[in-house]
């Protein structure tokens, strides 16, 4: 199921999503996804030129399909949401405003706290990592299908430091919280950074 996302272009990855959800979900997925697609609209992923609504449509699938949230909208809802805050002008509150307190607070949860001066990237991760222990099962799930995919798609784009710090959070502070929230999204997390590990 994971390698077929792989193939499908955005279109694809929405129409799947889509046909999976239907229309009259609280909070509203379709909604939640029209405001990641005009948010994130002509961004890219780092180093390539996949639109970065790829990966957060198939973060929303890999919640659906394989951590199994078919009744859990504000979960998907947040895995579609989850770097509006961080990389757009869109709010948490304005996400609160329209989506519930739910959403809100797990968009505020999985959004990255600025760099602290001197600190590296490694250092700060870790320390989000850590203050995202004490958000919730439901942000420790959105983390851990947004990490599966970041592990899946990573190819060619870190330096192979920046590489081996990412399996390294992965690992350490992802991993646990995944075999706390989620199994199948657990032993996904551990293959793919088995996977990644074997590849450096």
Known sequence: M????????????????????GNSTWPSIPDALEVAKQAHLGQTRK???????????????????????????AVIC???????AEDTKVTVNDVEDDFGHQVGDMVRALTHPQLKEGETKFVRNMRYLEHLRW????????KAAD??????????VFTPERRAEYLLESEQAVL??????????????HDAIVAAKAAS
């Open 135 to 142: 958000a919730g099962r439901d942000s420790h799930i959105v």
């Open 78 to 84: 947040a895995g579609l949401l989850h770097d509006v």
């Open 47 to 73: 180093g390539s030129h996949e639109p970065y609504l790829n990966h957060l449509l198939r973060t929303a699938l890999i919640l659906l399909e394989l951590a199994q949230q078919q009744n859990h909208a």
């Open 147 to 156: 990490r599966l995919d970041n592990l899946l798609s990573m190819q060619g």
């Open 176 to 189: 646990p919280l995944a075999l706390a929230a989620n199994t199948a999204l657990y032993h996904a997390l």
């Open 2 to 21: 994971l390698e077929e996302l792989y193939t499908l272009s955005a279109d694809q990855l929405e129409q799947r999503l889509l046909n999976q959800v």
